[in-house]
């Protein structure tokens, strides 16, 4: 068994997931897998409004997956009877459009606006998942925790990178946006392992064999 897939399969407690990203749907089938194993899950980037919105919490223009509220509200009715802590953001920067030229604003809740949109975590939440993700033995994290790409929206997936990099567990970043906050930030060698392959790391993530791992164990 490769160190990959140990950390994966076999990962130091606590373990915490760190998901975000804008689709709840390509995710749910590692939530529902971690919600069984994991000590916390945390949330971030666009798919934390399909939480939101099966709470009935207003979402302004915020980028939502409507086929992804259903899914996001059994999760949240799984999490009230595990043991994992489903941790979702408490407070949000907006934007009125996805630009780094709009006006910006936080707000110390979740509730977004009409004519705004949620487009990073806020301070308290990134401050929040940097403690849990420090406090961890292993750390999985897969998807930015807002929209880095834009400099006034970077904050938070900026600091859960700097969390990771800094973490005295073993970590592993999976998915292509992840990876290039990492190297946009300079932090990318500070990392256990990282791989591009985001449908390939959830599905690993989640569980399935991989034919290739699977070579590797016979190997």
């Known amino acids: 068994m490769t160190e990959l897939t140990r950390a994966v399969e076999s990962p130091e407690r606590p ?6 990203g804008a689709k709840v749907s390509d995710k749910i089938g590692v939530i529902e897998r971690f919600l ?4 916390r899950i945390l949330i971030g980037g666009a798919m934390c409004f399909s939480f939101f919105k099966a709470q009935g919490i207003g979402t302004g223009n915020s ?15 799984k999490a009230e009877g595990s043991e994992c802590e489903l941790m979702l953001p408490v407070d949000l920067v907006l934007g009125e459009s996805f630009d780094a030229g709009t006006d910006r604003r936080e707000v110390d809740d979740v509730e ?6 949620g487009l ?23 998807g930015p925790m807002g929209a880095f790409e834009l400099e006034p929206f970077a904050a938070g997936t900026r600091t859960v990178a700097e969390a990771v990099a800094a973490a005295p567990g ?18 990318a060698e500070k990392v256990d392992w990282v791989s591009t ?17 699977e070579a590797l164990r016979d190997a």
């Open 63 to 77: 980028l939502v997956e409507e086929e992804g509220i259903g899914m996001a509200a059994e999760a949240l009715g």
């Open 197 to 213: 392959g985001g449908g390939a790391s959830l599905e690993l993530l989640e569980g399935k064999k991989l034919p290739g791992v």
């Open 170 to 187: 073993t970590t592993v970043v999976g998915g292509g946006d992840s990876v290039a906050a990492l190297h946009e930030f300079g932090l």
């Open 120 to 142: 990073d975590i806020g301070p308290r939440t990134a401050a929040a998942y940097a403690d849990a993700v420090a406090a961890a033995g292993t750390v999985l994290w897969n």
């Open 36 to 39: 069984e194993v994991a000590d």
């Open 15 to 20: 373990l915490a997931v760190v998901l975000g």
């Open 112 to 117: 977004v606006p009409e004519g705004w949109m």
